[in-house]
């Protein structure tokens, strides 16, 4: 059985490990959000490729999300030390990502390529492929000015009104991660942002294409429930977006490419017109927890394609 997720970087990153408990990497696939990329003075930093690499390899920090597990801050403090405002918390393993990243980017390497280099080191068998190869950046507008999504999260702690967010550049679909929507049984719109995470990628025309053309075989997971995100400020981006931030929101927006979509089992009844709504545990604490999510999503899944 094959299976492509979407992702972001802390949701579907939980829901990969429940099919991880369940599938042979190899038939596994994880279409990556890249609307956060960004050079540092190292490197090339790609957050949400580098959690699904970490996870894949059994080596992300599961505390926040992003980073490796037990990874030292040497450089990080050193830098602060010399009086280097170095805002975002770079760990010294996770870096040498970046500097590998950034080093075969500029001896014209694609960011595709890249990743299957960074698979390969790893032993990574699934395949993780970046939305697009090109430049596609968020851009959110918020009640003080423009700014990036880390700028927003860490030095401005998701804080300020957004008023709307809008992505920048012109960015053409990676053939790969089109492949792979088209190739799998079933594709799993994890329960990321749906404004940062997942728009991005379906802006992307190929995808967003081939995504309709399968719709009945495609399923989102709610990363909202009740009112609110299970983590971070998904809620405000959705509102600037003029979705209302509910599980029902959310089906609504993606009701063109995805015919099914998983709220938690305490929601409510609800409808949402041309979408059919299942209902299971979506909260993922415990590795059961995961397990039990993906399963239920091949048992829904497995006969649609
Ligand atoms: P980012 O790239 O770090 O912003 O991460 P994502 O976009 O992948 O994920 C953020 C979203 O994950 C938030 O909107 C959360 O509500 C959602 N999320 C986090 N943990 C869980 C969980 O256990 N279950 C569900 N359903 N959603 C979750």
């Given at each position: 059985?094959?299976v492509?997720?979407?992702?972001g970087?802390?949701?579907?990153?939980?829901?990969l490990?429940?099919f991880?408990?369940l599938?042979?990497?190899?038939?596994i696939?994880?279409?990556?959000?890249?609307?956060e990329?960004t050079?540092?003075?190292?490197?090339?930093?790609?957050p949400?490729?580098?959690?699904v690499l970490?996870?894949?390899?059994?080596?992300?920090n599961?505390?926040?999300?992003?980073?490796?597990?037990?990874?030292?801050?040497?450089t990080?403090?050193?830098?602060?030390r010399l009086?280097?405002?170095?805002?975002?918390?770079?760990?010294?393993?996770d870096r040498?990502?970046?500097?590998?990243?950034g080093?075969l980017?500029?001896?014209?390497?694609?960011?595709e390529?890249?990743?299957?280099?960074l698979?390969?080191?790893?032993?990574i068998?699934?395949?993780?492929l970046p939305?697009t190869?090109?430049?596609?950046?968020?851009v959110?507008?918020?009640?003080?000015?423009e700014m990036?999504?880390?700028?927003?999260?860490?030095?401005?702690r998701?804080?300020?009104?957004?008023?709307g967010?809008?992505f920048?550049g012109?960015a053409?679909?990676?053939?790969?991660?089109?492949?792979?929507?088209?190739?799998?049984d079933?594709?799993?719109i994890?329960?990321?942002?749906?404004?940062?995470?997942?728009?991005?990628?379906?802006s992307?025309?190929?995808?967003?294409?081939s995504l309709e053309?399968?719709r009945?075989s495609v399923?989102?997971?709610?990363p909202i429930?009740g009112?609110?995100?299970?983590?971070?400020?998904a809620d405000?981006?959705?509102?600037a977006?003029g979705?209302?931030?509910?599980p029902?929101?959310?089906?609504?927006?993606?009701?063109?490419?995805?015919?099914?979509?998983?709220?938690?089992e305490?929601e409510a009844?609800l409808h949402?017109?041309g979408v059919?709504?299942?209902?299971?545990?979506?909260?993922?604490?415990t590795?059961?927890?995961k397990?039990?999510?993906?399963e239920?999503?091949?048992?829904?899944?497995?006969h649609?394609?």
């Amino acid at each position: 059985m094959k299976v492509t997720l979407l992702s972001g970087g802390t949701g579907t990153p939980k829901l990969l490990q429940g099919f991880m408990q369940l599938l042979p990497q190899e038939e596994i696939a994880v279409v990556v959000n890249t609307a956060e990329d960004t050079w540092l003075p190292h490197g090339y930093l790609s957050p949400d490729i580098d959690t699904v690499l970490y996870t894949l390899a059994g080596l992300v920090n599961e505390e926040t999300w992003y980073g490796l597990r037990g990874d030292t801050f040497a450089t990080h403090e050193q830098l602060r030390r010399l009086g280097f405002d170095e805002f975002m918390n770079i760990g010294d393993l996770d870096r040498a990502t970046h500097i590998m990243r950034g080093e075969l980017l500029r001896q014209g390497l694609t960011l595709e390529q890249v990743t299957r280099r960074l698979c390969e080191a790893f032993g990574i068998k699934a395949s993780v492929l970046p939305m697009t190869n090109q430049e596609l950046r968020s851009v959110i507008v918020t009640s003080q000015g423009e700014m990036d999504l880390h700028e927003f999260l860490i030095k401005h702690r998701a804080e300020p009104d957004v008023l709307g967010v809008r992505f920048e550049g012109r960015a053409e679909a990676c053939e790969a991660s089109v492949a792979a929507i088209k190739e799998a049984d079933f594709v799993v719109i994890g329960p990321s942002n749906p404004v940062t995470s997942i728009m991005p990628i379906l802006s992307m025309k190929e995808i967003r294409a081939s995504l309709e053309r399968r719709r009945e075989s495609v399923v989102a997971v709610s990363p909202i429930v009740g009112n609110m995100p299970v983590s971070g400020p998904a809620d405000k981006f959705l509102r600037a977006f003029g979705v209302e931030p509910t599980p029902r929101g959310v089906a609504c927006l993606y009701r063109d490419v995805a015919a099914h979509m998983v709220v938690d089992e305490s929601e409510a009844e609800l409808h949402a017109d041309g979408v059919e709504v299942h209902r299971t545990g979506i909260l993922m604490r415990t590795p059961g927890d995961k397990r039990r999510l993906a399963e239920f999503l091949i048992k829904l899944m497995k006969h649609r394609h």
